[in-house]
């Protein structure tokens, strides 16, 4: 099989020259014009939903969506799925309901991005027979239904929601500890925030020169007392506690210098506030300090939860499996419950939980989810298949299970390893400097007024000083922010930032690695004579659309995105008769007419005539050839310029891959990387081992299927282009959209520009310490200035951080 690269496309859209960049009509997502590729839209999936909602009337979705960019459709819109656990959903929440009854459940959905898909998903619900009320929450990623019991087909509207790009799935317990976190952390920014604001409105007066014996300055200072007491517990917890487990680790984290600020300034109010000693209260800067140091952790988390939601929590069809005993009944049960020597059935799309062998029939399957093969297999009865190797046919097969899924190498692929976050190297090192130089100051400072002015009190306001103006609240808050920039700058451009520790890590790679098929190549094979659909009647195109319609086949896949490029599957989609027939390892059939029989399948299946040539798949009506489709596997668009650009940026490249090594060593000659680094018919292990060995602290690795995911564990950095299989998005560090490879060039080039706007960060924070802290020393800080300072610097961090570039 060839290697296809398409060149630049000459281009005709306004302006937009040879090898543009334009934005796609639907999603907003940027790409660049090729030679025979769309020039309005980025994908097929996305010139299918653009002609239907034009064709559902439903225009108003573009005007509320303005400048927003949405996850590019691709084949989605084309996928088969099985909605059983959809059905289960719902009678789950219909049990004990009378028919006609509201009943109520909550999904996730992926593919929400703004108020357009809102207005979108209502209009789509509001169709449904037995709709009731929906909410859809685009920040969480969630809808909840309202629906009458009995009324109402599930599956009908998971359907519609699938042909606009949207997908629903089970809400997943991951997913719920993520936002009860979120959630919780912004109610502590709230109650932080009116404590700040009632602390700074009593604590106003005393600066305006409110006497001490004022009639109720004593009640003022209770409250800001109380308020300053409730916000180091609301606010400060949240901090001592992760300060505390870091320390436990023998780690450093930012959070150690925000609780050392905190508790200082509080011990140094209370006590201020016993003596009387007016410049010892810091009452209000502990609660504006909280809130600050709360808002900055919020959004920097918010923002990356955002990402995080738009894709599903898991893949459903590896959660349960259908069980069928010797008198053929069946029963669902969790796959950890399957045992070794049970039958159990396979539907068509599902990959197998286990290893299995084929039983009382013939079946096709597909490997490329866990070895990157991307040709389907016609495996015959009796043959034995890994766990992960999907049914890509039309048939429920029944198979036998040769093991179990507890310890199984599908077990490890699914299961990932665990949390990858840490703290930046250089961090540490700043706070451990930031520690002791504070420390020291601080201890001298005091010592030094002590032995001089012989002034206990002002040697004690000297330390609490230098303690409370040096807290890191520029970096605290600045460093959020600057993040929260990033990521959502980042977005508009298809790249999704999942985990900030990334940065520190992504700034000691020197390699990447990339699995080929998928990642390298297109997710799907690509029609390489697209011209003879051209030639095709309206009555050939009907019969086409019923053959490919409910087929998992990559092949169907490719077929159904090059006829929605061209509209036709709008036009004969709605007639599709069903009574497809299959024959495992030929092809499909189907007949409209007791004497008209259509197929599509190998070239020679039940044709009258072979004819010579390079054709994949063949479609014939009554033994007489139609079409021969010729099928290639197709790098992605920009991937000889991409990888080029990362090979000058000094990066080395590899290509791990479980596919054959002819193909293998073809893709890797095309793109121009070292074959010294490109490995071939790797099993996932062998692909972990290989990394372990080859310095895994420098290395990023971008794949995309289950077969990827121990390299996933065991690389420093990782990402994704594969958005939808529950299996790798959710462990990646990022995930990118669109065909191109774009994004690890963006991320790369700004670990650079992030990493001098935060040096430029610190040079206001070293500044503005020096200056607060000569002031402490010589005596002259008190609580006011303290509270113009903080914000001024905070300001100035803040503006910094604006100035980068995405």
């Not at 359907?159 to 993520?178: D, I, M, N, S």
């Not at 529950?726 to 990646?732: K, N, P, Q």
């Not at 935060?758 to 008190?782: D, P």
Request: proline content about 2%; aromatic content about 8%; charged content about 20%.
């Amino acid at each position: 099989m060839a290697i296809v690269v398409t060149g630049a496309a000459s281009g005709n859209l306004g302006n937009a020259g040879e090898g543009s960049h334009v934005e796609c009509l639907h999603c907003g997502t940027r790409f660049r014009m090729r030679e025979g590729t769309d020039k309005d839209f980025c994908c097929a999936g996305c010139r299918f939903v653009y002609q239907l909602i034009d064709k559902e009337g439903l225009e108003r979705f573009y005007h509320l969506k303005g400048g927003e960019a949405l996850a590019p459709v691709k084949s989605l819109a084309f996928q088969e799925r099985d909605w059983s656990w959809l059905v289960a959903e719902v009678e789950l929440a219909e049990a004990g309901v009378e028919r006609g009854a509201a009943a109520k459940r909550v999904f996730e959905m992926q593919g929400l991005s703004c108020v357009a898909c809102v207005w979108l998903i209502e209009k789509l619900f509001q169709r449904q027979q037995g709709a009731l009320r929906i909410v859809v929450d685009s920040q969480r990623g969630r809808v909840t239904l309202w629906w009458q019991a009995g009324e109402f087909a599930a599956t009908d509207f998971a359907r519609e929601l699938l042909k606009f790009g949207y997908v629903v799935g089970a809400v997943g317990e991951g997913t719920r500890e993520q936002q009860s976190q979120t959630r919780e952390l912004a109610t502590r920014v709230g109650v932080s925030g009116a404590l700040a604001l009632n602390a700074m409105v009593f604590t106003l007066p005393r600066y305006l020169g409110m006497e001490a014996d004022f009639l109720l300055a004593g009640v003022f200072d209770l409250i800001t007392l109380a308020s300053a007491s409730i916000a180091l517990f609301v606010g400060g917890g949240f901090f001592f506690g992760r300060a505390w487990r870091a320390m436990a680790a023998g780690s450093l984290h930012m959070d150690l210098p925000i609780s050392i600020g905190l508790i200082t300034a509080y011990v140094g109010s209370l006590v201020g506030w016993l003596s009387g000693m007016e410049s010892l209260k810091y009452f209000d800067f502990v609660a504006v300090f909280a809130f600050l140091m709360l808002a900055g952790r919020w959004l920097q988390q918010a923002a990356l939860e955002k990402n995080r939601e738009r894709v599903l929590s898991g893949d459903l069809s590896l959660r349960e499996v259908l069980i069928e005993d010797d008198e053929g009944n069946t029963r669902l049960v969790a796959v950890e419950e399957l045992k070794e020597g049970e039958y159990f059935l396979l539907k068509p799309g599902e990959p197998s939980p286990v290893d299995a062998r084929l039983n009382r029939s013939d079946g096709e399957f597909s490997f490329e989810w866990i070895n990157g093969e991307p040709e389907a297999r016609t495996l015959r009865c009796g043959a034995e298949i890994p766990g992960g190797a999907m049914n890509v046919g039309r048939e429920t097969l029944p198979l036998q299970a040769i093991n179990i899924f507890a310890g199984s190498r599908l077990e490890k692929l699914m299961t990932g390893g665990g949390d990858v976050a840490e703290t930046s190297r250089d961090l540490v090192r700043v706070l451990q400097w930031y520690l002791i130089v504070v420390l020291v100051t601080a201890v001298a400072g005091a010592l030094a007024w002590l032995g001089w002015a012989h002034d206990g009190a002002r040697a004690f306001q000297v330390f609490i000083s230098v303690l409370v103006v040096s807290c890191p609240c520029a970096l605290g808050l600045a460093l959020p922010f600057l993040d929260e920039l990033i990521v959502s700058r980042l977005r508009r451009s298809g790249v999704f930032i999942q985990e900030i520790s990334m940065w520190s890590r992504l700034k000691r790679v020197s390699r990447v690695v990339f699995d080929k098929t998928g990642t390298l190549t297109l997710d799907s094979p690509k029609l390489m004579n697209s011209e003879v659909l051209d030639h095709l009647s309206a009555e050939q195109r009907s019969a086409l659309v019923n053959l490919l319609e409910g087929s998992y086949h990559p092949i169907a896949r490719a077929l159904k995105e090059e006829m929605a490029s061209r509209g036709w599957w709008l036009i004969d989609g709605k007639s599709v008769d069903h009574s497809v027939k299959e024959t495992v390892g030929c092809g499909v059939e189907w007949s409209d007419k007791p004497t008209i029989t259509w197929r599509l399948g190998k070239p020679g299946w039940q044709e009258r005539e072979e004819l010579e040539g390079a054709a994949t798949s063949v479609f014939t009506c009554d033994g007489i050839r139609i079409a021969a489709f010729e099928f290639e596997e197709a790098l992605r668009e920009d991937a000889c310029e991409e990888v080029s650009a990362l090979s000058h940026m000094g990066y080395e490249l590899g290509i791990l891959s479980g596919d054959q090594d002819e193909r293998v060593m073809r893709v890797a000659k095309t793109l121009g990387i070292d074959t010294n680094n490109v490995l071939a018919g790797l099993t996932p292990e062998e692909k972990a081992d290989w990394i372990c060995h080859h310095n895994p602290g420098s290395i990023l690795y971008i794949g995309d299927g289950a077969n990827d995911s121990l390299a996933f564990d065991a690389a420093a950095c990782r990402g994704t282009p594969a958005v939808g299989t529950g299996i790798l998005e959710s462990r990646a560090d990022f995930y990118f959209l669109g065909r191109g490879l774009h994004a690890i060039r963006e991320l790369l080039k700004l670990v650079h520009q992030r990493r001098q706007t935060i040096a430029l960060i610190m040079t206001v924070s070293v500044t503005y310490n020096v200056l607060a802290v000569a002031i402490c020393l010589a005596g002259w800080m008190n609580p006011l200035l303290a509270s113009v300072l903080m914000p001024l610097s905070s300001l100035a961090a803040l503006f910094l951080a604006n100035t980068i570039r995405v």
